[in-house]
């Protein structure tokens, strides 16, 4: 009897001593255990980040609606044109009406949903695989979609039976390209080991290899060469308000509920022992999440092309500002990943106006210094 007595009590002092640890690791989850100054810090510089995203963001549609390369429309001019057209229910529009509902604005719906599924896709990978220096470029999964998208384009050129079906098939395509890309970075790495530097050389592999099939179609696909080449560099020129919602719902959509497992990426980002410790299936969390990531990325690309570093630096910067914990990166990242494209997507339309750049020269154009500032400051913490 004693030594029951003596067994249960020490079983539950082990169970309460897990309970403790668990709380415990909880409250300080992530590679850097917060003082509460510090964790008030983090929150205060959060709902900083918020409230002048959602400004900036709210500014920036404002202009986004009024200019473009077509020419400049007064702010007011332009939100009471648009109020205008909504209230009409975009039938029987003036040509200003017009242009500001069926052309700027469906650009400002899409570019908002790309950017946040982005942002989301690269700190959902940045968390996976444990290295900040990752994103869906470097992964392969944006060059297997364009890959995919351009032989879909080249056949549909060639096959003028699926021409009117070129605004679904392409887009499928590009799903299907970036899924295909990513089971094959996934072998390469797991095969090499797993580690996070194995991850990104097989990413660097995969899209090298889809980029030269992608070089093949190209070659095959002279004659529509310069609407492919605009997808491959990132382009909103396209967008109706049909792929508009198809683009934005989904990727907002994706991006909210890969939010409801920021505790697991808290968990998962502490270390895989850890967490099997902490109750986490490792292994189902990372091949389920790492699928969604790669359908969110490939959405995006699938109706706008591939768009660079705005996966890789938003994240990053999050992360920087932030902390390790992601229940603060990830809705930051939703707000400062839709400023950062509605931002490019503007510069793009008017800095060589009446021409229109591609939106992905621009986000690299602004992403490239940024991620050299941030490599080198923060560099020496990562070992490769």
Sequence with gaps: MIGMADSGSRGKG?????????????????????????????????????????????????????????????????FSSLISAISKGGEDLTTEELYVFSSRLPRVV???????????????????IRNPMVDPYITGVSSGAGCLAVAAS?????????????????PVAAILGGLIAFAATLLVAEGAGGSATNYILSGVIVGFAFSSVQTVFLSLNKDNLTNVMWWLYGSFGNITWENAFLVMIPALGISLIAMLW????????????????L??????????????????????????????????????????????????IMPASIVLGAVLMLFSDIIARVVIAPLELPVGAITAMIGTPVFAYMLVKRGREYDG
């Design 262 to 277: 920021a505790r697991e990426f808290n968990v998962f980002t502490a270390g895989e022992d850890q967490a099997r410790l």
């Design 110 to 128: 899409a570019a908002v949903g790309v950017g946040a599924g982005l942002a989301i896709a690269g700190c959902m990978f940045q968390a996976l």
């Design 279 to 328: 109750g986490l299936n490792v292994r189902k969390f990372k091949a389920v999440m790492m699928v969604v990531a790669s359908v969110l990325a490939s959405l995006c690309v699938a109706f706008v092309g591939v768009i660079g570093f705005v996966g890789l630096i938003i994240p990053h910067a999050c992360r920087m500002l932030l902390g390790s914990d992601h229940r603060l």
């Design 14 to 78: 082990l169970i309460d001593t897990l309970r403790r640890g668990f709380r415990s690791m909880n409250d300080s989850i992530g590679p850097e255990n917060l003082g509460k100054s510090e964790i008030k810090t983090k929150k205060k510089r959060f709902r900083i980040i918020l409230v002048a995203g959602v400004f900036f963001l709210a500014v920036m549609f404002l202009v986004s609606i009024s200019i473009s390369s077509g020419g400049i429309i007064p702010i007011t001019d332009a």
């Design 154 to 170: 080249t056949m549909l050129a060639s096959i003028p039976v699926f021409a009117g079906y070129s605004a679904y098939i392409i």
